[in-house]
């Protein structure tokens, strides 16, 4: 599709927001006609949807949510023209103060001094608002609206001050656009990792660590068969893997830059009254292993690996599952390099991440972060950085977008945004060009010329967070990973007592090929223990009786429900073990 044919589909960018933008100012309309006591604050739209934050005497509930939906989609038919308009200070501040909208007199107050101050007016409803809009509300398909949510805000994100309600909201240009969106909305919810790691026995989280998981015995198989994997192929790619403390003096921090960067969300602590802090990121200790000895160019490009446990505070309000906490294990690699190496360095890192993320079926686009107001260094050579970053990918082939002033403060980075299954995207894995780190910490390697040099590096981790990745992949597969990832592949079901023993020595045999082997020995039905191990999400059942017990087989079921029929158990056991060994998705 054209760009001029695709200006005013959701295709755009520019237009959705715009659309749930204007979505917004209906859903204030729609409050301020049914509620007048209720005082505005906020109204924007967001990655889906939108929100508006209000001051009201009374909680909203889900009928009256219902109440201001209907209200809405009477606007939406009223095809109500929206104005701009702009008013000096005084008038302004007036304007809003006449109508008793405080946090909008606060808003006035704020804006500089030769703002201009900008309203939108559609029906008896006016919004200070800096725009743009759609030109009508009945561009706005009033059946294909939705309010979502309803929650707690801060006013301007600020604890200490006035707690509103935001109300959550999504739309459509088309009906069943929005019946496609809520109906995955419903499949994200069955696929939470959240509740499937309770139902799974993966992990927990107490009120006695917030933000702190627990890793159960199956999670904890999960977690180390992923980072098993991660090892296998890091060696394959030259890696070696290292560990460094969890805790180091503010000397260092304050010479890798963090402690005036990143102190705020960092631990610190005292020993021998010196001060400590709880490492964050693991960039500043693989900096001292690399100056531990001297290295030759030959050494060059040195990759070093390391699945280091990190912690940052993070605020209560943003804890969420593993996917957002305050402990956890981070697959960081530094790449040491002479400058020479950059491009082929950053294009060999590229190449890992193709492996590891079509491994778990996952797609993604990458986002080029630029230079941030908070940077250490000199534009010239964040500019330099940014183009060789920039000419490693688009030689390679791939596209990216450009996300201004969002790079670390040290220096430009690559983020890989993953999609998974319902279309959802993840940012997970990150490249990230650092000159300045090397400097700071004086690093050095020989050159040919025999003279020092400094070396450039590069941060990387292509999992992020272990914890969140598995959050991820949880609800990526909904809980039924692939056999190779599964904490248990196999499940013996005997169906009576007297097959008991036969499963055990099935078992037995299965585990001591390697394979994670469970055994029901329950006395229930049958169809009960198939029907367990299927929502337990086990990708094998082998269900044994007296006929099998006979013959010297195995009958077979999938976790799809699919009756396999009997085998031998070494026919049983190659076909898992392909099935393994090519991690196979199914």
Excluded at 33 to 56: C, K, N, T, W
Aim: hydrophobic share 35%; aromatic share 10%.
């Amino acid at each position: 599709m054209s760009e001029e044919n695709n200006q005013y589909t959701f295709e755009n960018e520019t237009y959705r927001k715009t659309y749930w933008h204007t979505c917004s100012h209906i859903l204030a309309q729609a409050v301020k006609r049914l509620y007048p006591e209720v005082r505005l604050a906020i109204g924007p739209s967001i990655d889906e949807g939108f929100y508006y934050d209000m001051d009201s005497p009374f909680p909203f509930t889900p009928e009256i949510l219902e109440k201001i939906e209907g209200e809405m989609r009477k606007i939406c038919k009223e095809k109500l023209k929206l104005e701009r308009f702009e008013l000096p200070r005084e008038e302004a501040r007036k304007f809003m103060e006449d109508r008793n909208e405080p946090f909008k007199v606060e808003l006035i107050d704020d804006l500089p001094a030769d703002a201009a101050i900008s309203f939108y007016r559609q029906g008896e409803f006016t919004d200070l608002c800096a725009g743009p809009h759609l030109d009508s509300t009945g561009r706005v398909k009033g059946n294909a609206i939705k309010l979502t949510a309803c929650n707690a805000a801060y006013w301007r994100g600020d604890s200490s001050r006035e707690t509103l309600q935001r109300i959550y909201g999504i739309a459509f240009p088309k009906k069943d656009e929005l019946d496609a969106y809520l109906a995955r909305i419903e499949e994200a919810k069955k696929r939470d990792h959240r509740r499937l790691g309770k139902e799974l026995g993966l992990f927990m989280l107490r009120d006695e660590g917030p933000g702190f998981p627990f890793f159960l015995p199956k999670g904890m198989t999960l977690k180390n068969t992923l980072l098993d994997y991660w090892r296998a192929v890091h060696k394959r790619y030259g890696y070696v893997e290292i560990s460094t403390p969890i805790m180091l003096n503010r000397q260092l921090w304050e010479r890798s830059g963090h402690w005036d960067h990143y102190k705020n969300n960092m631990y610190t602590t005292v020993i021998d009254d010196v001060d400590f802090a709880i490492k964050p990121m693991n960039c500043p200790g693989g900096m001292m292993v690399y100056d531990s000895e001297p290295h030759s160019y030959r050494d060059l490009p040195l990759r070093v690996g390391e699945i280091g446990l990190v912690h940052r505070h993070e605020l209560s309000g943003a804890l969420h599952g593993l996917f957002r906490v305050r402990c956890f294990n981070q697959d960081d690699a530094h790449v040491f390099m002479t400058r020479e190496q950059m491009k082929d360095v950053i294009q060999e890192t590229v190449r890992l991440f193709d492996e590891v993320y079509s491994t778990f079926g996952l797609s993604y686009t990458i986002e080029l972060s630029t230079m941030p107001e908070d940077h250490i260094g000199t534009v010239e050579e964040w500019e330099r950085n940014q183009d060789i970053l920039k000419n490693a990918i688009t030689d390679m082939g791939k596209e990216f977008v450009v996300n201004e002033g969002d790079g670390a403060f040290y220096g430009p980075k690559l983020d890989f945004h993953l999609s998974d299954s319902l279309g959802r995207t993840w940012q997970c894995g990150t490249i990230q060009l650092d000159s300045q780190l090397p400097e700071r910490f004086e690093l050095e390697y020989t050159g040919e010329d025999g003279q020092k040099h400094r070396p450039v590096m590069i941060h990387r981790v292509v999992l992020g967070s272990i914890e969140r990745f598995i959050g991820v992949i949880t609800e990526h597969f909904a809980g039924a990973f692939p056999a190779w990832l599964a904490p248990v592949q196999v499940k013996l079901l005997p169906v009576t007592d007297r097959a008991a023993e036969y499963a055990d020595s099935v078992a037995a045999a299965l585990d001591k090929k390697g394979f994670r082997v469970e055994t029901d020995h329950r006395s229930e039905k049958i169809g009960k223990k198939i029907r367990e191990a299927q929502l337990q999400k086990v990708p094998y059942m082998l269900v044994v009786g007296d006929r099998d017990m006979e013959n010297q087989t195995v009958s077979v079921r999938h976790r799809t429900g699919v009756d396999m029929g009997a085998m031998g158990l070494e026919e049983f056991a190659a076909l898992l073990s392909a099935e393994v060994d090519s991690k196979e998705i199914k």
